[in-house]
């Protein structure tokens, strides 16, 4: 069973109005439920809000699979846990899974948001970033700041670590890392794919994409709306590939104005 934030929203969730239907938030590789937190504490005013720890994240399970269908199979499960329908809202690698889920079990699915991915093969790859986190000494480190002495050589930007270094839990003298690094090692070319043959989601779509970034395109816009034909695209100028970390305020207004 994954690892959960929830926020009950008004009323604890209870009514049939539009807001009484939950948000299901799905981080992206290497995050957590926590990167949500606040923004997910925010929505909470308005509905039932519920950030997920994906597999082999966080304080969820670790399993071999880290597949799409499998991480929609694990969304299916959380949404079942709450009504059997959500809005549902991913990013990056979450947004993949959460285009997966749509795909298969289009009934569980009011609204779907996805911020800065597109359903294709990206030719870059994260493989040197698990890398450097496998070949941090947890034996030499005492503190985060430890850590973080040992990524600079393989990870220049300090912002990129420290986001890295949120998954490190520092506990009972001894540091771990809150990923399945093997298991995320032997998939990466899975998470940098997209599954063949996923059915189109037929509902209410937005994907929010960086105007910066690199991951969404106008050349790869044809993909998003041949899996997403009812897609609305906002671009948010200036932003890059984690618009919610770069401008909360702004990318929870426009999550606000979908949402509504």
Known sequence: MLNLL?????????????????????????????????????????????????????????????SYPAMAEDLAGVIDRFGGVADVLGHSMGGKAAMVLAGQAPDRVRRLIVADIAPVAYAHSQAPMVAAMQAVDLGRVGRRSDADAQLKPHVEEPALRAF??????????????????????GQIPLIMGFPANVRPFEGPAALLRGGASDYVGDARLPAVRALLPRVEVVT?????????????????AELRRILD
Do not use: C
């Open 6 to 66: 929830e926020y009950p929203g008004p009323g604890g969730g209870t009514g049939a109005g539009p807001g009484a239907v939950p948000l299901v938030i799905a981080h992206g590789l290497f995050g957590s439920a926590r990167n949500w937190n606040v923004i997910a504490k925010r929505l909470g005013d308005a509905r039932p809000v519920v950030a997920v720890d994906m597999r082999n994240h966080g304080d969820s399970p670790w399993s071999d699979d880290h």
């Open 164 to 185: 890295l270094l949120q998954s490190l839990a520092i506990e009972n003298g001894g540091a771990r890392w809150k990923l399945n690094l093997a298991a995320l090692a």
């Open 236 to 252: 948010l100028d200036g932003l890059g590939h984690w618009p919610h970390a770069e401008d909360p305020r702004g990318f929870e």
